[in-house]
């Protein structure tokens, strides 16, 4: 079998090509970074008062990392983002708009905080902050 030594060199150069930019895209990916047709929603989510009298006793019960923010495009699969301990996110989504949501809301004031809705438009950081009374006094 004779090999076309052009033809070879060629493929292993476009080979090559797609491997770094397949990386270059997975780095991107990591780190955050927007593809179009994508922009950022982040913010914050307060919950408290967390004890009938503030400040709470340490350690101060940790009320975040077990909720996600839950964005329900108009047609599609819902999008859950984990908070941080201090009730902070960050995410990319695709451009649209969102009703917003908290998993796991059982306080009183999540009626007259959520849903929400928000818009996220190309490039853009969209911040929203969610403030929840849990009818502690």
Known sequence: MKVDKGRLIAFTSLGAVLLVVGALAAVA?????????????????????????????????????????????????????????????????NVGTYTVNLTNCTFLGCKHSLPRTVTVGPSETTTIEINVDTGIR
């Open 29 to 93: 990916f990591m780190h955050g970074a927007q593809t179009p047709g994508q922009g950022t929603i982040s913010g914050k989510v307060t919950i408290g008062p967390l004890c009938p009298v503030e400040p709470c006793p340490n350690p101060r019960p940790d009320i975040y990392t077990s909720r996600q923010l839950i964005l329900q495009p108009a047609s599609g699969s819902p999008i859950y983002v984990q908070l941080n301990p201090d009730g902070s996110f960050r995410a990319s989504v």
